[in-house]
């Protein structure tokens, strides 16, 4: 039997926040996460992880969702924030890492993957707040770590900390994924495009809350949604709305029909559909006929054929809104995702260790109820042999994810980088017993 | 008979054309005309006019419709256009300038009223497009003098030139207001209610273009609309676009039922009303219910009734529609016109003059079929028991105003610049006569 | 010059008075008033009138708007209301009638023409209405003369009176059209195109009410209303709204788009616009998605550009609305109304004879503010060579056209009479004097 | 052991189908089964039951979803066609039968229950309509057997002639409830509240068809579906919709806008929830603001904390609308289910004597997806201490429940009749054995 992997706990705990922290105060949206890629990568390298960035991990024509007019400017926000411009220029222009700890023994290869993007919240200006209280709230108004990426980035720093210094005891290879872009499920297929998973044996991806309790693992979540996210472009003709409003195109009140009518697509026999429009903007002057309109949104099924029922409702809704005010429409895709369905193996595996490490309640199912871009990733480590899982460490919220008010419980980073320490002693175990 | 005022017209001309030109190029949009005013105010003082800033001709609880948010990046953008940071402090942060030319001569006090300000509309791009092929379209995107305030603010340059070189002829005062804010119609009550205008007898004022020919005076333009702009602010609950739908309120889809039902207001039978959104911003991040939303807005009516009536039920819908979703509504006036009449002396008066000042058609009455927020300052003068007119110089036009192809025809503002002289030379006339 | 036309004042108000009474209890909608058509033509019969029904006067083909599955109800309605078999025979399921009193002697052609429909409409059942509290309240539920067609049936009657009372002193011919379906203008055109106006050369028709005073007689009513009427058929796919509400292609969910959207139309430039959905009925079951949606509406501008521009929005959205939800759409024209000019020469002729016939108040002009079905009839009447005016025939109101608290002041239908019976003396003295 | 029951299930299965034809024929909506009622009680008078009407077996006031001045003409219709004026008498309005058949030997309550009343559907005029190629089409216009209660009626009938005929082999007391109402889960809870059922050991109750094919038995349906009926009024103002457009109230526009806001409530995150208007009704004359519209909806949920969301803010869009067009609203209940939940031990039951009863598959669970006015009565006999059950009995079908075309196999009724004889004879020897 293999030695255990040792570390001392207090101290990695300490750390994680630390990095949690830092993670929170520099947010960075989707595609614009060049200080945060530069923070890690920096980390790794000293922890002695070969590093992968660019093609070498993204297939560049299956990204999707990306605004080219934001990377110039998050690359000297990023700079001006203390990124390595050395590092930067080897991203060339974008973002996320692959880092590969290879043992020199034989084993299995083994992937974990943790999502660095924030999302576009206005964090809460409360002084209640606790990040605002103790002092590491967003630096970038518009911009928060109000879904939790922020530990996935700092679980995945304190896991590569404790591989290095447990580097001797172990076997195989391990890749650590800091994964751009999974807001909006964008990077996903990218990534999995590229081939860099191809040759992982285990891969493991979790996220933290999800309503689910601290102390509470849930190993095999179920209903991870399909989804497309998608933006309408609208254009119509300008005109002065006083003097000859019969002139006019309006493509903000097509825009508006569209809204209305896409949260009134039908409801499905077969399962769970969402929609959601959650941007909107549209028009110029006040006493102009708006002539253009942007609306961001996405559909969501419980399986592809649901998600495609919406989908399809939300182009059709587009053309006819378009046709009533006698505008143009372009539909453009902006992300997707495809489900999500766990190895059993592995699932047991988690069901074995989980009291282990932290957790005082290890349950099997529950729903997970959103979208999820690991989808890709398992879909292709599972189509070319290896097995793959996703689960969920709980943490108590201060308010629901993408809420401005949203906080984790931080003591809940460190179970979730035992667990992962626990799969790799246990599945090193089984393969040098076999 | 007083000796004609004289000028070397074509010179003037060309002069005329570089003033619209560079105010073209530098277009500010309203409460934001740093640049403009000060330019304006720095060839004033050259001529020899008094003037007259802030407070002395603004009265600024009156103020509506002004984003304080701007005005800071508006006073940086104009120093960097290379504004006179001397002038700029006199301002106050308030724009505009009321000039003044006392002959030291018994006579009637006259004023003219010249707009400033630009309109939110991005200018064609398109190489046919006259001031991009010659080099001096707007340099700041998204604004554009595209309503012809670069024009008025050229033809009051003009008038102050003639008036300066010939100032030993004329008697009386002349008062040359530069007015900022006229889109929208935010400022024309602060102007009026400052009293600067108190003490004139004859006030005249003027609108290029308008669907009017080159060539073409309209003297005594009717349906001037009464107008009210408006903000509505949506403030509802974020959530989980995918997880829990139904712990959102939808301030988006508040904002759309809002703007359909707004342009369902029904016509009124006592004549025109007008309804227009004509901006709306809402939401954040594409998988979150969309927690706020702002609405720019305008009603217009041929009366005051008629812009009560649809105003009120904008105030309806706005309350309806928060109450439809479950969110918050907050419901900001940002302008208001109210009509506009003139006085059948000067009406007379222009129609005389007109044949002598490069006009080959002069008719009486033509509808104007907008706002205008001369309004204010026609009844503040006549309410003081002076006379005052508003009249349309005809110009071809490329496009209707706050299009993104507007351009003028720029051979026209030396008829507007003689226009005003005659009308002095003829009152002084008629003064020295009595 | 001839002998003035005489009758007894008095008696003649009292008989009008009773007509109009009998005709309000029996009111009949568009094309169903076979008892109406049937009283009057009894009526005619015995003062010697010859009488024209069905293709003599209606061009079949041209007939809008009649729903034919209702003809059969309403003729056995007449029946049970003790209208003549015979005459309903001659009728041949189409109501109207032309009246000619040919006397023998060379003159002019004159008509006159009444329009007899009532509108669907509940009259109140306040004990307060008058005709309820007299006892001749409607029979028919939802039907009711609150338009004032039955004083107009009553004034015809009454002309034919005086007319066959004084037929000796008459010369030329004189025809009384009661015309059917003047309600949604589904009849006009089909009467001019029978031919049976070609011959006519001096044709009059007025209208009580109007927002006129008693007392007041309007000569030259201006702004008649260019108007279509129309259905819309949606037909959609049910389906059972709980277990599967995605099967269905929802019918009422594409009516209420289409009507939000229609109501919607922007104003136009050029003048007053109307757009109005009356009825609508869609689905049958509660639990079941609407298949089928029947929607009854109209537009009206000002001139004839002005409703085709609502028209065409009309067809655009009933297309589009059926895109929306996957249903299909069928349009159906259901009347049509072109305007209205008067001769000069007439409305002369109503000034001057106006203050003679019991008016007070003569005036020229006033909004009329409305469609009306002769518009077709003068503008064949023209084309023809003739001379034609429609008038307003002032009466003090309980409530608006078309309320069902709607009564006229009665006591204004002997004006009505006296006014024809002047135009007839004053235009034979014209003739005979030439 | 006691005896088998026994019958000729060929002779049998023909009445079942002669029952269904006539009872398909002559369909009756909720609360006018008169003819039904009728008819069914006269059969079961002559096998010996001993009937209940009215009072007996409904609590009046806890009816819903009445239409009284339907009721009349109900009764008039059924008379004509032949219904037995005695028996109408005895119903005093109120449709719906309980029969007993007390063997007068000690034993258990058994209770069956069978609906009645046809749906709002207008039956398929094609062709290829099996009922109407066979001549047993619906002789009412706009109602039809679409649900298969025709069914239903049919077995409780072929039920009731078993017992009759094996009375002598049985014991403890049968009663038949034959349901008015069922439809729109208008009278489950005034039934209940009678306390007709009170006694019971052993309910049961079934539906044919519901997406179960032919030969298989669901014993124990999953996820009967919540809901609340209601109707809105909405009451506005007329107007004339040419002349002052501005005046009126539009109650229809307030409709639409409640009716495309409702098809609008956001999905929830616990679970299924369904909303629909079935029926819209509105307004009068082409040319009037529509004053009156009436709609008919409902909502549903997977649970009753579901639907209590869904109605909470159908009654909040009621207000919104109103307050949107300045119209009143009133919010009528029509009609509620509360969900149903199966007793173990009668499911248990089902599965044990499913096969030997004409099933070829005999399953456990399924959705059954809709709602179920049974809940209440499966709700008052498990408070009162006895068992309850509902299952659904497979029959193929040409369409799905309440589309037009809809038409079962009509084979399966024997079945039907076959497991509740089965499940008599087994629990009868439970009983004994004990």
Redo the contacts between chains.
């Keep these: 039997m293999v030695n255990k992997l040792t570390f001392d706990e207090q101290a990695l705990s300490q750390r994680l926040m630390n990095y949690r922290r830092e993670f929170h105060r520099y947010p960075e949206s989707a595609w614009c996460e060049f200080f945060t890629t530069g923070r890690i990568a920096g980390l790794l390298e000293n922890l002695g992880f070969e590093l992968y960035f660019s093609d070498s991990i993204i297939a560049r024509d299956a990204i999707m969702g990306r605004d080219e007019t934001s990377i110039a400017d998050a690359q000297q926000r990023a700079l001006s924030w203390g990124a390595d411009a050395n590092i930067l220029s080897k991203m060339n222009g974008v973002t996320g890492i692959g880092a590969e700890l290879d043992t020199g023994r034989e084993g299995p290869v083994y992937a974990f993957r943790f999502d660095i993007d924030a999302?576009?919240?206005?964090e809460s200006q409360d002084d209640s707040h606790r990040p605002r209280f103790l002092g590491f709230a967003s630096l970038l108004p518009?911009i928060a770590h109000a879904c939790g990426h922020d530990a996935h980035a700092s679980i995945g720093l304190g896991l590569a900390e404790v591989l290095a210094e447990n580097k001797e005891k172990l076997s195989g290879k391990i890749k650590l994924l800091f994964q751009p872009a999974e807001?909006?499920c964008r990077a996903g297929k990218a990534i999995a495009e590229s081939g860099w998973l191809d040759d992982v044996d285990y891969f493991f991806a979790a996220h933290i809350g999800?309503?689910v309790p601290s102390g509470t693992l849930v190993c095999d979540p179920q209903h991870f949604?399909c989804?497309s996210?998608f933006d309408l472009h609208f254009k119509g003709k300008?005109?002065?709305?006083?003097?000859?409003?019969?002139?006019?195109c309006?493509a903000?009140?097509a825009?508006?029909?569209a809204?209305?009518?896409m949260?009134?697509i039908?409801?499905?026999?077969?399962g769970?559909?969402?929609v959601?429009?959650?941007?909107?903007?549209?028009?110029?002057?006040?006493?102009?006929?708006?002539d253009k309109?942007i609306l961001?949104?996405?559909t969501?099924g419980e399986n592809r054929d649901l998600n495609n029922?919406m989908y399809q409702h939300v182009e059709?809704?587009a053309?006819?809104?378009s046709?009533?005010h006698?505008v143009n429409v372009e539909v453009h895709a902006?992300g997707e995702a495809i489900g999500l369905h766990n190895d059993i193996e592995l699932v047991e595996l988690l069901a074995s260790v989980g009291y282990g490490c932290g957790f005082n309640n290890v349950i099997r199912e529950k729903d997970f109820?959103?979208?999820e871009d690991a989808g890709y990733l398992v879909d292709r480590v599972q189509a070319k042999g290896g097995k793959a899982i996703y689960c969920m460490v709980g943490s108590d919220l201060t308010a629901?994810?993408?809420?401005?008010d949203f906080d984790i419980d931080e003591s809940r980073m460190l179970p979730g980088v035992k667990l992962f320490t626990a799969v790799i002693e246990r599945l090193q175990n089984r393969f040098r017993g076999s």
């Excluded at 999302?119 to 206005?122: L, T």
């Excluded at 039908?266 to 077969?270: L, S």
């Design positions: 999302v576009e919240v206005m518009g807001e909006g999800m309503n949604l989804s996210k300008p005109a002065h709305a006083g003097i000859e409003p019969n002139a006019g309006n903000l009140a825009a508006c029909t809204v209305t009518q949260l009134a039908p409801r499905h026999r077969d769970m559909t969402r959601n429009v959650g941007q909107l903007t549209a028009g110029d002057g006040r006493n102009v006929i708006p309109a961001k949104g996405e969501r029922y059709r809704i053309q006819a809104s046709m009533m006698g902006q109820g959103a979208s629901g994810h993408h809420n401005g």
